[in-house]
T-cell receptor
């Protein structure tokens, strides 16, 4: 099964800075989703971008998708301490499987 | 109200024991899933049920057996627990079969430790 692969694995930034994470995948997809996981908690859906979309915004989140490069990026603007979490991309290949990558650990320093 | 709830949150047990994890969703979703998250936070799908019917059964040892008494519940029973079964197990649900354009709702996870 395919998986999204985030890059980089860990990111430490100051509050107020922007955080960018990248994700690559291997096969064709229906959509790509980003999730956040706070320590000791379940995953929470952040945003979904369909294969025919190139960019999507939700509050301080901006997601891009480049299907020709099989990659996506998640930008968190004006980061806050509460944004400290692991961020996962997940690809929906249309076969009832949502394949997750390894995740990015983001630490926002107050 | 919790949308997807799992019990217990923590489970410590000895090798060779049999244990169950329960999951319930009150979202009216048709599809439920079990994922395993290892120590490196990698998430791997184990099973998926749609309206009580098994639709995904990944390469998981036979010691793991899911059971869905109705579409709001998906339990996971594990026989003869092994050290390598230690992980966090997540239940999730989605509106319908196939992820399509629907998001997944996750439970809080069950941290299983086999000693």
């Amino acid at each position: 099964s395919q998986q999204g692969e985030e890059d980089p694995q860990a990111l430490s930034i100051q509050e107020g800075e922007n955080a960018t994470m990248n994700c690559s995948y291997k096969t064709s997809i229906n959509n790509l989703q980003w999730y956040r996981q706070n320590s000791g908690r379940g995953l929470v859906h952040l945003i979904l971008i369909r294969s025919n979309e190139r960019e999507k915004h939700s509050g301080r989140l901006r997601v891009t998708l480049d299907t020709s490069k099989k990659s996506s990026s998640l930008l968190i603007t004006a980061s806050r301490a509460a944004d400290t979490a692991s961020y996962f991309c997940a690809t929906d290949d249309g076969n009832n499987r949502l394949a997750f990558g390894k995740g990015n650990q983001v630490v926002v320093i107050p | 109200d919790t949308a997807v709830s799992q019990t217990p949150k923590y489970l410590v047990t000895q090798m060779g024991n049999d244990k169950s994890i329960k999951c319930e969703q009150n979202l009216g979703h048709d599809t439920m899933y079990w994922y395993k998250q290892d120590s490196k936070k990698f998430l791997k799908i184990m099973f998926s049920y749609n309206n009580k019917e098994l639709i995904i059964n990944e390469t998981v040892p036979n010691r793991f057996s899911p059971k869905s008494p109705d579409k709001a519940h998906l339990n996971l029973h594990i026989n003869s627990l092994e050290l390598g079964d230690s992980a966090v197990y997540f239940c999730a649900s989605s509106l319908s079969r196939g992820w399509g354009n629907t998001e997944a709702f996750f439970g809080q996870g069950t941290r299983l430790t086999v000693v």
